[in-house]
Nanobody, 115 residues
Framework: VQLQASGGGLVQPGGSLRLSCAAS????????MAWYRQAPGNQRELVAQ???????NYLDSVKGRFNISRDNARNTVYLQMNNLKPEDSARYYC??????????WGQGTQVTVSS
């Protein structure tokens, strides 16, 4: 399984970005798709996750600003990020858990929030 993420970039504080991640390859049952992020010197942290049933979970600091969604037919997950803050700057990684074949990570996409 390969995860291809896109949509990162440079944005001013208060701006928005939308990340996309498409899964391809041999998949049997992707139960969870998620976005993690890691800033320099920090541990990787879970930003948001969504199950194949649509149940979501968010990092407290992004609640009300970020929205995760999923297109099961296309094995694609999205992260809409609004009202971005400098502390949201990090490399964002797509993650998928297939209950049959295992766990997978994308290559990451950089998000920089700066004026």
């Amino acid at each position: 399984v390969q995860l291809q993420a896109s949509g990162g970039g440079l944005v001013q504080p208060g701006g928005s970005l939308r990340l996309s991640c498409a899964a391809s390859g041999r998949m049997l049952r992707i139960n969870v798709m998620a976005w993690y992020r890691q800033a320099p010197g920090n541990q990787r942290e879970l930003v948001a996750q969504i199950t194949n049933g649509g149940i979501t979970n968010y990092l407290d600091s992004v609640k009300g600003r970020f929205n995760i969604s999923r297109d099961n037919a296309r094995n694609t997950v999205y992260l809409q990020m609004n009202n971005l803050k400098p502390e949201d700057s990090a490399r964002y990684y797509c993650y998928a858990w297939d209950s049959v074949t295992g766990r997978y990570w994308g290559q990451g996409t950089q998000v920089t929030v700066s004026s």
